[in-house]
């Protein structure tokens, strides 16, 4: 099966389109080589419940979406 468009939710809620996804693997390629020299930063903060209402109704919206096409 191949995709012709793909979107990506993070647990916070915001939606990635194909056209910043290339952006987000280079930050995630420094993050990594930042790591690897040995600056590794805080943590990140635990999910709120706003992050978890924005992610349930973000991935709703997708999914509906996705059925109203198919």
């Known amino acids: 099966m191949a995709f012709k468009r793909c979107l990506c939710s993070i647990t916070s809620g915001k939606i990635y389109f194909e056209e910043s996804n290339s ?3 280079k930050l995630r390629h420094l993050s990594v080589k930042r790591k690897d020299a040995g600056d590794y930063g805080k943590n990140p903060e635990p999910l709120s419940e706003k992050d ?3 992610f349930k109704k973000e991935l709703t ?7 109203e096409r198919n």
């Not at 919206?61 to 059925?67: A, G």
Request: aromatic share 8%.
């Open 61 to 67: 919206r997708l999914l509906s979406n996705f059925q």
């Open 52 to 54: 978890r209402e924005n």
């Open 23 to 25: 952006r987000l693997l």
